[in-house]
């Protein structure tokens, strides 16, 4: 099947409007081509998606952006910087949370900054601050056992903020709670976004999802995965919650975007 030709709905950006620049990335495991010949730009404070079907590499490609896992090909830049591994100005929330079972919540949050040698006090300071942005306050002193799936995947979150990296890398970070807080979860990523004002790159197999939490979406084809389309939903984001949800241009973009990924299906 080809690839849809690419729809891009933006001007042209300029390089001080580009967070992340990734150019001809191409992965192979093995026999196995799983991406090729990936070029995207990732603009500054905005929330983008990628989305595709199952298998066609949306998770190797953050991972890749990480600096986790070496292309076979083709480079990333991050503020002009070829990507060489992990760094500072990248913060990966990661499926299954990846929390220290042992840590509690104040000392999980804290982590990345008692890494960079920062003092007991000014570490607890910005964990807790970043704590009850998520919305767990009164649990610092819980252990992940202790905690519900969604609570798991705040702590998660938290501790994403708390090292003030630029850029935000979710792989499908609401993938394992219920609808109710998946939607809730989806309305508070919104806020942070906003109050934040950070580079966020958010992987979901959920069209609905991508739609509401995103200033562009970029659909990725059946692996090989290329670039298939990159689509940039008009909706008012003043509006409430529900009412973005009934919006006509929120339900066209869902539309628009199932039509481009159901002959990806089986």
């Given at each position: 099947m080809s690839v849809p030709t690419a729809s891009i709905h933006a001007m042209p950006r300029t390089e001080s409007e580009v967070a992340v620049e990734v150019r001809g990335i191409c992965k192979n495991y093995g026999d196995v081509e799983a991406l090729r010949q990936i070029d995207l730009d990732f603009p500054r404070g905005k929330l983008t998606t990628l989305l595709g079907p199952s298998g066609c590499g949306k998770t190797t490609l953050l991972k890749i952006i990480a600096g986790l896992v070496e292309p076979t090909s083709g480079d990333v830049r991050v503020n002009e910087k070829i990507v060489t591994g992990p760094g500072p100005e990248r913060a990966f929330v990661f499926q299954d949370f990846a929390l220290m079972p042992w840590a509690t919540v104040m000392r999980n949050v804290a982590f990345g900054l008692e890494l960079k040698g920062m003092g007991k006090a000014e570490r607890q300071s910005i964990a807790r601050h970043y704590i009850a942005e998520v919305g767990l306050t009164g649990f610092e002193d819980k252990y992940p056992h202790e905690l519900s799936g969604g609570m798991r995947q705040r702590v998660g979150l938290a501790?994403?903020?708390?090292?003030n990296a630029e850029v935000l890398?979710?792989?499908e970070p609401f993938s394992a709670v219920d609808e109710q807080n998946r939607r809730k979860f989806q309305e508070d990523l919104l806020q942070l976004v906003e109050k934040?004002?950070?580079t966020f790159i958010f992987v979901t197999h959920s069209i609905e999802e991508a739609v509401?939490?995103?200033?562009?979406?970029?659909?990725?084809?059946r692996r090989p995965s290329r670039v298939a389309?990159?689509?940039?939903?008009t909706i008012d984001r003043t509006a409430s919650p529900d009412a973005i949800r009934r919006d006509q241009g929120y339900l066209d973009t869902v539309?628009?975007?199932?039509q481009g990924l159901k002959h990806y299906v089986d």
């Open positions: 501790r994403a903020f708390a090292v890398l979710l792989d934040e004002r950070k509401y939490v995103s200033d562009r979406i970029v659909l990725l084809s389309q990159i689509i940039e939903p539309e628009e975007i199932w």
